[in-house]
């Protein structure tokens, strides 16, 4: 079982910036297919950022340039900086883990840009 939890969500104003966390557990961490998806209101979920276990990242293309995804195989930890925000980036920021075949999901976090 791979638990995941998120934090750093929050309220931004556009132009903002901000960095969400995913803490996850299991010792074979480095072999985790790490994602960040988000679920826009009342809009279906989609993928924001991915990276391998080797570093490789993919991005998708409203995020690109603006959005950085990283991991810290050491800490269990797999990151999202978000530059540049726009009111469209408001979402339920999810994290998900694939490993052996299986998906793995943290609760969220919600981030908003308002001004």
């Known amino acids: 079982q791979v638990q995941l939890v998120e934090s750093g969500g929050g309220l931004v104003q556009p132009g903002g910036s901000l960095r969400l966390s995913c803490a996850a557990s299991g010792s074979r961490f480095g072999t985790y297919f790490m994602v960040w998806y988000r679920q826009p209101p009342g809009k279906q979920r989609e993928l924001v950022a991915a990276?391998?276990?080797?570093?490789?990242?993919d991005y998708a293309d409203s995020v690109k340039g603006r959005f950085t995804i990283s991991r810290d195989n050491a800490k269990n930890m797999v990151y999202l900086q978000m530059n540049s925000l726009k009111p469209d980036d408001t979402a339920v920021y999810y994290c998900n883990g694939q490993f052996g075949g299986l998906g793995y999901w943290g609760q969220g976090t919600q981030v908003t840009v308002s001004s």
């Open positions: 990276i391998t276990s080797g570093g490789s990242t």
